[in-house]
């Protein structure tokens, strides 16, 4: 099995790239940032030396750069089956306020993005069996997300997206499973006071992706959220 995953370098798409490397899934990661992958791609090769991993860098706030991950991933994984949309980015902002740039760039990188790399992708998923696409979504796309409206807009459109993906892909043989985490601890919370217990770990997400893949070919797990044992964050 091969998977690539967006935003591999840290948080949740570092945590699912380690995760799946244990099960034995050959990886394609990418992010903007080429040493974090680098250094993410030799502790893999540390610990597991038969995986293989490929790197790709991309800015997918940029559509050029999109094009071309796209491109060179057709030409160079049509052994590709597991789809991993998790790069994402998170700015508050109210909707009535906010920066408008902010809710452009997170459009393009939480929506636009995946919705491209799936397009793109889907001819090699169709052709493979054991296809799977899981798009990393939010809590944040099921209810409105306090101070951050704009951001909520991104993920509600993303679970609209994952939502109607699957629907389309039911009879191609292709999963798609949307993943509604709540509060994980990433880079985005750093510098916060919170106790690691009121934060879920990123691997808890990884581990649940790790699950649905092992499930039998007749069943999908379709929609996981998953909170911190305490609730979500006020
Ligand atoms: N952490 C949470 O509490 C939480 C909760 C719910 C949902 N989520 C979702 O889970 C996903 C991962 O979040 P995280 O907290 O793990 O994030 P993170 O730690 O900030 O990591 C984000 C990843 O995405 C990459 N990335 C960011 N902007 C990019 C761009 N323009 N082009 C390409 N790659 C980009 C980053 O690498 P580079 O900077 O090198 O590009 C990094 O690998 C996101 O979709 C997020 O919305 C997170």
Redesign the pocket.
Known sequence: MKAII????????KAIALKLASDGIHLIIT???FS?LDLLKQEIQKEHPNIQVSIYT????NRAEVEKLIEDVFAQHQDLNILIN?????KQGDISNGDESILEEMME??LYAPIHISRGLLPILQKNKGSHIFN?C??AGLDPYPRAGMYSISKFAMQGFSRCLREELKEKGIKVCTIY????W????EGSDLPASRIMQ?SDVAEVISMSIKLSPSAVLEEITLRPQLGDLP
């Open positions: 967006t935003g591999a370098s840290k948080g949740i798409g992010a903007r940032n974090e991309a800015d997918l706030s998790n790069a994402g980015i998170y990188v939480n990393i939010s809590i985490p709540g509060a994980t990433s880079n985005s919370w990123a």
